[in-house]
């Protein structure tokens, strides 16, 4: 398809808002508070008075999401430009309804059968079960030497693929939570050779491919669909994502009607105009736009070189400073000289993760202590603290992070006498003790990282594995399961039962269990884990996790899979 030529410098949806703002008309038409007036007697709306005055509806001049034709259809078509896609589209229901959207179109009729890598965002699994599709779940390869699960393998997608040849596609998450990944072009031409598009949950890389210490995005590696949070690793407002398809392999109609269905009719502008000024920030300024950001991610790798204490997690054999472009899309001669089958090559800059060398702080005590300071982190886990740069962090920023790191080296003894005092060592003492009792602790090269806290399976919320390398095929479903089919357990009783509830631990939203899923000796271990942490997770009855829903023993164990 020929590209149109674009005025990259334009922001149509945000040029169109601030026309609408500065214009003096009369409002009969919804939002009720009327550009804020409803607050005026009660002394306005304070910081949120700007936002107001600019939330508008489909009226005259506004166009419409759902059937583009003026300012938004310029405006996705401007995104498609800056992204490199054939064909773009907002999302204001964030990377959430762009993976459900996708689902929907690719399974098109109850029954079709997806390939999905196992430990996919929540959002997935519900996209699969408003499709009532059958999910093939994949296993990721690990990195041996932080534990940590990153993508399937070429090898698992092709065997996958040979063995349900009736799949409707390929479904994988790149990065993940952590900033890791891989190259993604073998899956593409995996899931081509197949005649199946490759789908990419790509939520923390829409900055990816855009400058050269970057690593290349999903689109340059082949994949016909990519969802992006905007919000999450750019400049736009919480919410505001997109969805960006090449290639033949996607039905582009029918992705426009499933959008329609699980999008508000009554998209939000301010996220809209938001994404429209996100995008105009990075085609005008290209590379330059992450010039500041990587200065300060370069300042921190400094200044962490006079705190042995801390060490940042990167690709074995590579320098934090060259973990990124070096794999980038087109690096031949980069991607010539690792192993085939290295499942870990790529680390985002913009993804700083990093832990405690001494093994005397966890990640979660260690996130707690920078919070302590003022030092707000993404999310931890047992081993690992993650820390966001982006295009809009400053090296004032890494000044107080370095700041507040030197001031807990400083505190080591006292750190020592709170890990060993703390709720989260002793869930972390106990549960390794039980795993060594049950002879499950599992080796994993790991030098680096602390080594009395568990088993890569066990530290990280993220590392929700399959059962098998390639799984049978599972369906899903919107049936609610009768109350008279199931039973409360406590979670020690849990083993080898069958789910029927979803555990979503939170950050970062990996269904630890789905319905219908049996309950290993391993995930019964993590589910005491996550209790006895205190851990956030959704979808469980019991909110403190002492107990969990499973189908009663008169029903065959698995037997809807």
């Known amino acids: 398809m020929k590209k149109q030529h674009v005025n990259k410098e334009r922001a149509p949806v945000y040029e169109m808002m601030q026309e609408m703002k500065d214009k003096a008309y009369s409002s009969f038409h919804v939002p009720g508070h009327k550009k804020g007036q409803a607050y005026t007697e009660s002394g306005g709306a304070g910081f949120l008075q700007d936002v107001l005055q600019a939330d508008l509806t489909e009226i005259t001049g506004t166009d419409d999401l759902h059937h583009p034709e003026g300012v938004i259809r310029e405006a996705q078509a401007l995104a498609a430009d800056c992204f490199g896609a054939e064909e773009s589209f907002f999302l204001v229901g964030g990377s959430t309804s762009g993976n459900i959207a996708l689902i929907l179109t690719v399974c098109s009729k109850p029954g079709d059968l997806l390939i999905v890598q196992r430990n996919v965002h929540k959002s997935v699994i519900h996209g699969l079960m408003l499709a009532g599709a059958k999910a093939v779940f994949i296993q990721p390869e690990p990195d041996p030497v932080s534990g940590l699960a990153v993508a399937p393998s070429a090898e698992t997608v092709t065997a996958a693929l040979a063995a349900y040849p009736q799949a409707k596609g390929v479904l994988v998450t ?3 939570y952590y900033g890791m990944g891989s190259d993604l072009a073998p899956l593409a031409e995996a899931c ?6 490759l789908l990419v949950d790509e939520a923390h890389g829409a900055h990816y491919g855009q400058h050269p210490r970057l690593p290349g995005s999903a689109l340059a590696s082949g994949a016909d669909g990519v969802v992006q949070s905007t919000h999450k690793m750019l400049a736009a407002l919480t919410m505001g994502a997109m969805l960006h398809v090449q290639g033949p392999r996607i039905d582009r109609g029918l ?3 499933r959008l329609a269905m699980v999008q508000s009719s009554s998209p939000s502008y301010p996220i809209m105009g938001s994404l429209d000024l996100a995008r105009r920030l990075l085609h005008v300024q290209g590379a330059g736009a992450f010039t500041a950001g990587l200065a300060a991610v370069d300042a921190l790798v400094r200044g962490l070189a006079e705190l042995p204490r801390f060490k940042l997690l990167h690709p074995q054999g590579q320098q934090p400073q060259d973990a990124a472009g070096a794999a980038s899309a087109g690096s031949t001669a980069q991607a010539a000289i ?10 985002d800059p913009f993804k700083v993760v990093i832990y405690d060398d001494t093994g005397v702080l966890s990640g979660y005590e260690l996130q707690e202590r920078l919070e302590a300071y003022g030092c707000v982190p993404e999310m931890s886990d047992d081993r690992y603290v993650v820390l966001v740069y982006s295009l809009g962090s400053t090296e004032e920023d890494t000044r107080h992070l370095l700041d507040a790191l030197r001031h807990i080296t400083v505190e080591k003894a006292d750190a020592q006498r709170s890990a ?3 709720p989260a060592a002793e869930s972390r003492h106990s549960v390794q003790a039980e795993a060594e009792a049950e002879g499950d602790l599992r080796q994993t090269g790991a030098s680096s990282p602390p080594k009395s806290q568990g088993s890569p399976a066990e530290f990280s919320t993220w590392n929700i594995l399959a059962q098998a390398t390639v799984s049978e095929p599972i369906p899903f479903g919107l049936q609610p399961i009768p109350a008279e089919d ?12 069958t789910a029927a509830e979803m555990i979503i631990p939170y950050p970062p939203g ?10 290993t000796e391993d995930t019964a271990a993590r589910l005491r884990v996550l209790s006895n942490a205190g851990a956030k997770c959704q979808g469980a009855a019991d909110p403190n996790l002492r107990t969990i829903i499973v189908y009663k ?3 065959k164990q698995g037997s809807h899979l």
């Open 486 to 497: 199931t039973e409360r357990v406590p979670l020690q009783d849990c083993a080898d039962r």
């Open 174 to 176: 790149m990065p993940n």
């Open 553 to 555: 023993n008169n029903r």
């Open 255 to 257: 992705l426009g009607q």
């Open 338 to 347: 690792r192993p085939a089958a290295a499942a870990y090559t790529t680390q």
């Open 420 to 422: 060993d005092a703390s």
């Open 510 to 519: 990996i269904p630890l269990l789905y319905p219908g899923e049996r309950i």
């Open 192 to 197: 081509h050779q197949h005649g199946v598009p």
